[in-house]
């Protein structure tokens, strides 16, 4: 699969319901990622959270579009 990240300035229509509306992406480091999204601009909306009960971070940010992102680390060892 291949994703392309573009920048464009056309006004974007929302994908929920028409199309991919939420992917995941298992990411090392997550807390220092999401740091490192957060001081670029990027619009967190579920800050980086580490479940205790199984040891998996996550967190959510929405893109223009309207699609979920969710990043998690840990998933890797189940």
């Known amino acids: 699969m291949n994703i392309n990240f573009l920048d464009?300035?056309?006004k974007?229509?929302?994908t929920k319901g028409r199309m991919l509306?939420?992917?995941g992406f298992e990411?090392?480091?997550l807390q220092a990622f999401t740091r490192k999204l957060a001081a670029n601009g990027v619009n967190v909306v579920q800050p980086y959270r580490r479940n205790s009960?199984?040891?998996i971070?996550?967190?959510l940010m929405v893109?223009?579009?309207g699609t979920s992102i969710e990043l998690t680390e840990g998933?890797?060892?189940y």
């Open 12 to 14: 974007a229509v929302p």
């Open 8 to 10: 464009v300035d056309d």
């Open 21 to 23: 509306d939420h992917i």
């Open 57 to 59: 971070a996550t967190a």
């Open 75 to 77: 998933l890797s060892g």
């Open 53 to 55: 009960a199984d040891a």
């Open 63 to 65: 893109d223009p579009w």
């Open 27 to 29: 990411v090392r480091d």
